[in-house]
């Protein structure tokens, strides 16, 4: 009885140590933080309209769009998109956008 409680013991705990293997390899990378400068905000509604074409386009979830300093810090994964197609989006939808010079 003592031998079967130690195995049980053993098969039950084994499972969870490759479970905590696996999430340090599938860890992701870290993410990249840029803020733009954009042009042509002319009201509070577009930076909806900004947020939703990041979206579509470049798959992002964490931008925080600032109407008054007319910014936009976007927090992207180097991996799926850059920089440049982040610029090229927002420009592309009529808002000239630029990366700030502390950026590069
Ligand atoms: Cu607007």
Not at 25 to 51: E, G, S, W
Request: aromatic share 4%; charged share 20%; with cysteine.
């Amino acid at each position: 009885m003592k031998n079967i409680l130690i195995f049980l013991l053993l098969i039950t705990q084994s499972p969870i140590s490759i479970g905590q293997a696996e999430t340090a390899i599938k860890k992701p990378l870290k993410n990249a933080t840029v803020i733009l400068d954009i042009q042509n905000m002319t009201c509070p509604v577009c930076k909806y309209t900004i947020k939703k074409a990041l979206e579509v386009k470049n798959g992002l979830q964490q931008v925080t769009i600032n109407y008054d300093a007319k910014t936009a810090t976007i927090n992207f994964d180097p991996t799926k998109t850059s920089p440049d197609r982040i610029v090229k989006t927002i420009t592309n939808i009529g808002y000239p956008a630029k990366l700030q010079a502390k950026n590069q």
